[in-house]
């Protein structure tokens, strides 16, 4: 039942063949036996869990059910929830239970879906490993040598070890599709301003959006379906009418258009990613659709920008934990000062003190044309690339990431190194486009490859299109990890 | 060596918006602290800020106001900075792209106009509140007044005395409670000075080094500082000291500034623009709008009152000095006919007595109206100008209207004059000796006669009846 899809699920529970609670209950057993080993999970609250379940039953009962009603969902933990614990991976929040549900937590428990818990992230989700977690590292449930892949990374691992069949995750610079590579997933980053960001607590305003994860396209599709929405409390949501993102899922992709950017085939992409993301390209021709070869001359420049801009708006945006009103205080001090610097030194961790910073020192005074508004406008150049682009082709491929999974530690010491992985990702971000990862194989050592599709704006539905049709006809994303079951 | 003062002001005002300029708490003074505070006030995680349009309409109406240029395209930026009462470690401000630019305001100084132009003016939140008093040595924070809304209104440094900076305060306090975007309350802190004072000999071109004077709430208070550390800047350089760019404030208890910071302890603001907020965009049919339901404004209602009504210049600025005193004046004016009559009635007897009362005009025992038909009653010649102030005393009293009081005091002038001359022969025979005096040249003596004669009328004569007739029996 945990390989289930959403929609299987979906019908279970309207054929009365399995309870709200009781699907809750097999996915918290999982929990339960896996989660020591993978630590994907930061708070498991059966009671609560089981508690909407009942209330997801009562729906179904009354048939007022939507299309996810009863199925649970898992929320990465920077997303704020009524009365649950949110820590976004820090110390610094460690003991912040939240007085408010987020937009995104509404939305779902509107739709009927029971929580499954706060997934673990790197802390305040910087990092591509899952690392930087004050609460530990997440285990790769391929192998657990390996990380998961961040920020989301606790999110990915969940669904990867069917934990749970859902869960929401956050993208900055790849935080959905870079985990969803590492751990075979498929993952998807939407149009900025699509979800609502009002109670995702914030790394970097302008590049942050929220996106499912799930085992399939599909599934997300389904789930996107109940996240996206105007939001009048988040000044950057987009007010434009709702979409139904399965509509075109079972679209032919004959004539469709597949640019495949050459810097994102060059140097540094592992071969086996490589040779994946080539097959993945034969599949699609093999469906009808016809590879052109565009140029993102710019995406090269696409980390020292995101290195610039995404530091400096978190250096503002964590200049509000400062032990005053909630959170982690220093529990000694002299005077107002030395509470700042004690809570801020002892609270954070050292990415993030890292990245703090770097943000504060290319606002600073002196540095802030040199680096900040010269980022800016190379942002708009990357995002130029892409609009040229996009007159020659309907959605861009390439690989998700470099290479697969790497083991736990041997990046940690190298923030570059560990920066390189979202070379890939980042330069959506910075242009605002939908993204997402899908599985495409595996590499010699059973770890999962992640093949990226980049759309337009606002063709969520379209690249769904493109990477239902992928899974229709291979059945990479319906691996799982052995041992675990 | 002769000194020149340069002074700029940097006037906070307080946008009388019912909620705040980012989130939906409410912006009345005075509640129980933290009570107005909702999670984006007090920066939970994850919260964000949505702009009041109320807020941004009220500084259109500024910009227009001024006559200033407006932006099309405005846009918020953090200013970054660690302090309890400010919760999201940053102020949303503007600095790069504000609302408003330009524009100019006259003031009138010991009978001189002069036009002070302005830099700027944008929007921004305020922050809360410290408390240091009654925690024991920790500090209480009242996020109440986090959030709250204000512009930030910056003038070039075109003021040249502390009269002319008090001149321009006042005038700006008149207009922005004149087009009612903020409720000019200084003691609760709606309109806040920050004065920038800097001298220069006499002839130099160059500025000297500025210092700032923080947070003045009064003009009396505006005034003093600047006298002060005008003073003490010349002093300074004339003891071969030098003027170290810094931040002061005044203590209103010894009537000096002192320091608060010097420019080493200056912050790195490290602006940038908000990505939580778009770019404000202003377009045509909303300023359009706006224009269209502002009030007359002080300078044009000056100008209309000297042409309209015949007062000078000087009074029709004072007549103008509040929207609620021009509302009155003008209907009183209205009413009796008579500008000049009725602007010397408003700035004298009635101001006096509101002020004697501590009372504004708005609460004015006497109504405009009433004031109006007592002049018109001085015109016709019913009542004397003395007798014109006993009605106005009982009007005051709330003793009815003006033909009431008149009629049940009996203070009309008498117009009978049989009586009249009946008064005057009795008045000339019982003084032979100030006729005598009269008539052997001392002018004196007939100032002595009219007044008998007034006295003996108990003042309900008419002065230049009395006048007529003491020169008629005496030739």
């Excluded at chain 1, 929990?31 to 729906?59: C, M, Q, S, Y």
């Excluded at chain 1, 800016?376 to 990431?401: H, M, Y």
Aim: aromatic share 8%.
């Amino acid at each position: 039942m945990s390989d289930a899809s959403l929609s299987t699920l979906a019908a279970q529970l309207a054929a009365k063949q399995v309870s709200s609670r009781e699907l809750a209950q097999v996915y918290l057993d999982r929990i339960a036996a896996l989660n020591p080993a993978i630590n994907a999970f930061i708070t498991v609250d059966p009671d609560k869990t089981l508690l909407e379940a009942a209330g997801a039953d009562v729906r179904i009962a009354a048939g007022n059910a939507g299309p996810l009603t009863g199925i649970p969902v898992a929320h990465k933990d920077i997303f704020c929830t009524d009365g649950w614990l949110t820590t976004c991976g820090s110390k610094m929040l460690s003991n912040f239970v939240a007085p408010y549900d987020a937009t995104v937590i509404e939305r779902f428990k509107a739709a009927g879906m029971p929580s499954l818990g706060k997934t673990n992230m790197d802390e305040f989700a910087m990092g591509s490993s899952n690392e930087t977690s004050y609460f530990g590292a997440v285990k790769n449930p391929w192998n657990l040598a390996y990380v998961p892949g961040g920020s989301s990374g606790g999110a990915a691992a969940c669904v990867a070890a069917r934990m749970a069949p859902a869960a929401t995750g956050t993208d900055t610079g790849g935080s959905i599709r870079q985990p969803a590579a590492l751990t075979g997933i498929t993952g998807l980053k939407p149009t900025y301003g699509l979800v609502s960001r009002y109670g995702m607590i914030a790394f970097a305003s302008s590049l942050d959006q929220a996106g499912p994860m799930a085992l399939s396209a599909e599934d997300c599709a389904l789930l996107l379906n109940a996240m996206t929405g105007f939001d009048p409390r988040d000044s950057t949501s987009l007010e434009r009418e709702k979409e139904d993102y399965t509509r075109d899922l079972e679209k032919p992709l004959a004539g469709l258009r597949v640019g495949l950017p050459r810097e994102f085939f060059a140097e540094g992409l592992n071969n086996e990613v490589a040779a994946a993301v080539d097959a993945a390209v034969a599949e699609l021709k093999k469906l009808g659709a016809t590879p052109v070869e565009i140029s993102l001359a710019n995406s090269k420049l696409a980390i020292p920008v995101y290195y610039v801009l995404a530091p400096a708006e978190a250096s503002s945006n964590l200049s509000r934990f400062d032990g005053v009103r909630y959170g982690y205080r220093a529990p000694d001090y002299a005077n107002l000062d030395d509470m700042y610097c004690k809570t801020r030194a002892q609270g954070f961790g050292a990415e993030v003190k890292r990245r703090i910073l770097i943000g504060a020192y290319v606002l600073s005074h002196g540095y802030y044309d040199a680096y900040y508004l010269q980022a800016q406008k190379i942002r708009r150049l990357i995002a130029d690339d892409f609009s040229e682009a996009f007159k020659t082709c309907d959605v861009i491929l390439g690989p998700t990431a470099p290479g697969t999974a790497f083991k736990l530690g041997e990046k940690s010491d190298d923030p570059v190194e560990m920066y390189l992985n979202d070379l890939y990702t980042i330069p959506a971000n910075l242009a605002g486009l939908p993204g997402m990862s899908l599985p495409c194989g595996f590499d010699t050592k059973g770890l999962p490859i992640g093949l990226q599709l980049v759309g337009n704006y606002f063709s969520e539905a379209k690249m769904l299109n493109v990477a239902h049709q992928y899974q229709r006809a291979t059945d990479w994303h319906a691996h799982a990890p052995e041992g675990l079951k | 060596m002769k000194w020149e003062t340069v002074i700029g002001l940097e006037v906070h005002t307080q946008l009388a918006t019912k909620s705040k300029i980012f989130s939906g708490s409410s912006t009345a003074f005075g509640a129980a602290p933290n009570t107005q505070a909702s999670a984006v006030d007090i920066a939970l995680p994850g919260v964000l800020p949505v702009l009041n349009r109320g807020a941004v309409e009220c500084a259109i109406k500024f910009g227009l106001a001024i006559g200033a240029n407006l932006n099309r395209v405005n846009v918020f930026d953090r200013k970054n900075y660690f302090y309890p009462d400010l919760p999201k470690g940053y102020q949303i401000s503007q600095l790069a792209k504000p609302i408003v630019e330009g524009g100019a305001l006259k003031i009138v100084v010991e009978g001189e106009e002069k036009t002070v132009n302005l830099t700027r003016a944008h929007m921004e939140e305020d922050a809360g509140k410290s408390l240091h008093e009654d925690f024991h040595g920790m500090t209480g924070i009242d996020l109440n007044r986090a959030g709250t809304p204000l512009l930030e209104i910056v003038s070039e440094p075109e003021m040249r005395s502390s009269a002319e900076a008090v001149a321009y305060a006042r005038a700006l306090h008149t207009l922005v409670t004149w087009i009612g975007i903020c409720d000019g309350n200084m003691q609760e802190g709606s309109f806040r000075v920050d004065a920038n004072v800097s001298v220069r000999p006499v002839g130099q071109a160059e500025f000297g080094t500025r210092r700032e004077i923080k947070n003045l709430n009064s003009f009396k208070f505006l005034q003093q500082a600047i006298d002060y550390e005008v003073r003490w800047q010349i002093e300074t350089l004339e003891d071969g000291g030098r003027i170290e760019q810094a931040t002061v404030l005044f203590d209103p208890d010894t009537g000096e500034t002192r320091m608060m910071r010097s420019k080493e302890d200056a912050h790195d603001y490290r602006y940038f623009p908000d990505p939580d907020l778009l770019p404000v965009k202003l377009d045509e049919d909303w300023i359009e709008r706006v224009r269209a339901a502002l009030p007359e404004l002080p300078a044009a209602m000056q100008a209309r009152f000297q042409a309209e009504y015949g007062v000078s210049a000087y009074d029709a600025a004072v007549l103008t000095g509040s929207r609620a005193l021009a509302d009155y004046f003008e209907t009183a004016a209205r009413a009796c006919g008579q500008g000049k009559l009725a602007a010397n009635w408003v700035m004298g007897e009635l101001s006096a007595a509101l002020n004697k009362a501590e009372l504004g005009i708005a609460a004015s025992p006497v109504s405009a109206a009433q004031l109006g038909a007592l002049i018109a009653r001085i015109q016709d010649g019913t009542l004397s100008g003395k007798l014109a102030k006993q009605v106005f005393e009982g009007l005051w009293e709330g003793a009815g209207e003006v033909d009431a009081i008149i009629e049940a005091r009996g203070l009309k002038q008498m117009s009978d004059s049989g009586e009249l001359e009946k008064i005057v022969d009795e008045v000339l025979a019982a003084n032979q000796k100030s006729v005598e005096e009269f008539r052997a040249g001392k002018d004196k003596a007939f100032n002595a006669l009219v007044g008998q004669v007034m006295k003996a009328s108990r003042g309900k004569a008419n002065p230049a009846q009395v006048n007529d007739l003491l020169k008629a029996r005496l030739q």
